[in-house]
């Protein structure tokens, strides 16, 4: 197995980039406190912290969708995929119209949108299902069309907001895998949200850790093992080191 390095990285690789990154709520409550963190291109960064810290709401100011109280939160992309807890799925289309939508929403041409909608659906390991209704499909299946969906867009920063977190666990660690051959295929820059602390560091290259609400990031996790990476790499003492060493930031953060 040859080992992928990313290039060495740069200001201008920089995607995402938060600074003193505060956010209070209307009602008063305040859901992060002092966040610095940056993402660059080539890189997976994993957040994991307790229920309530504002995990998603990272996620949302990064694509746009809230804006921070204090701070500043710079994406230096309009190129953003945004995978949900839910697959959010139209029920009446199919696997094929679905993974179209965003495309379309962009006003991408026919001809043009269901090209990348078929490239993406080829990606994500769907091909055959096409015509096929989301009743039709396993929990598996409804989150890889999610995929492709948000790959029709091209992203240079995708967000994920625990997407996999109601799967079964060998039906998770599968697009654990499935997703990990789409990075290192195509370089994207990755933001990922997980209570999982072994999913954590299996995806990533770096694993940031929060605090209870409000959330600010205790601890930060170099993940040394080399892409593309082995699924084997979960059973070695290495590995569970680590995953022990993030679990322990993780329960000193919360209490």
Same mark, same amino acid.
């Not at 994993?46 to 500043?72: D, F, Q």
């Not at 895998?177 to 820059?189: I, M, N, Q, S, T």
């Not at 990922?192 to 694993?207: G, N, P």
């Given at each position: =197995?040859?080992?992928?390095?990313?290039?060495?990285?740069?200001?201008?690789?920089?995607?995402?980039?938060?600074?003193?990154?505060?956010?209070?709520?209307?009602?008063?409550?305040?859901?992060?406190? %002092?966040?610095?963190? #940056?993402?660059?291109?080539? !890189?997976?960064?994993?957040?994991?912290?307790?229920?309530?810290?504002?995990?998603?709401?990272?996620?949302?100011?990064?694509?746009?969708?809230?804006?921070?109280?204090?701070?500043?939160? #710079?994406?230096?992309?309009?190129?953003?995929?945004?995978? &949900?807890?839910?697959? #959010?799925?139209?029920?009446?289309?199919?696997?094929?119209?679905?993974?179209?939508?965003?495309?379309?929403?962009?006003?991408?041409?026919?001809?043009?949108?269901?090209?990348?909608?078929? $490239?993406?659906?080829?990606?994500?390991?769907?091909?055959?299902? $096409?015509?096929?209704?989301?009743?039709?499909?396993?929990?598996?299946?409804?989150?890889? #069309?999610?995929?492709?969906?948000?790959?029709?867009? %091209?992203?240079?920063?995708?967000?994920? %907001?625990?997407?996999? /977190?109601?799967?079964?666990?060998?039906?998770?660690?599968?697009?654990?895998?499935?997703?990990?051959?789409?990075?290192?295929?195509?370089? &994207?820059?990755?933001?990922?949200?997980?209570?999982?602390?072994? !999913?954590?560091?299996?995806?990533?290259?770096?694993?940031?850790? =929060?605090?209870?609400?409000? /959330?600010?990031?205790?601890?930060?996790?170099?993940?040394?093992?080399?892409?593309?990476?082995?699924?084997?790499?979960?059973?070695?003492?290495?590995?569970? !080191?680590?995953?022990?060493?993030?679990?322990?930031?993780?329960?000193?953060?919360?209490?």
């Amino acid at each position: =197995m040859s080992v992928i390095s990313p290039p060495a990285a740069t200001a201008t690789d920089t995607l995402l980039d938060f600074r003193d990154v505060e956010m209070t709520f209307p009602n008063g409550v305040v859901a992060l406190h %002092d966040v610095d963190l #940056t993402v660059k291109r080539g !890189e997976f960064v994993t957040v994991v912290g307790p229920s309530g810290c504002g995990k998603s709401t990272l996620l949302r100011i990064a694509s746009g969708l809230e804006k921070h109280s204090h701070g500043s939160a #710079t994406t230096t992309t309009n190129r953003i995929g945004y995978v &949900f807890q839910d697959a #959010t799925l139209l029920q009446w289309r199919t696997v094929q119209r679905n993974v179209e939508l965003l495309a379309e929403l962009h006003r991408t041409p026919k001809a043009a949108r269901a090209a990348k909608a078929q $490239e993406a659906i080829d990606l994500v390991g769907l091909t055959g299902f $096409e015509k096929s209704l989301p009743k039709q499909l396993s929990g598996g299946m409804k989150m890889r #069309t999610s995929l492709a969906r948000s790959l029709t867009l %091209d992203p240079e920063l995708f967000l994920f %907001d625990e997407p996999f /977190g109601a799967l079964d666990e060998i039906t998770r660690e599968r697009l654990n895998d499935e997703l990990l051959r789409l990075f290192v295929e195509k370089r &994207f820059a990755g933001l990922f949200i997980t209570h999982s602390v072994s !999913e954590a560091v299996y995806l990533s290259t770096r694993v940031i850790v =929060m605090s209870g609400r409000p /959330g600010t990031i205790v601890d930060e996790f170099e993940v040394p093992f080399p892409m593309p990476r082995d699924p084997d790499i979960r059973f070695t003492a290495e590995f569970a !080191e680590l995953v022990g060493q993030v679990s322990h930031a993780l329960r000193e953060g919360h209490s």
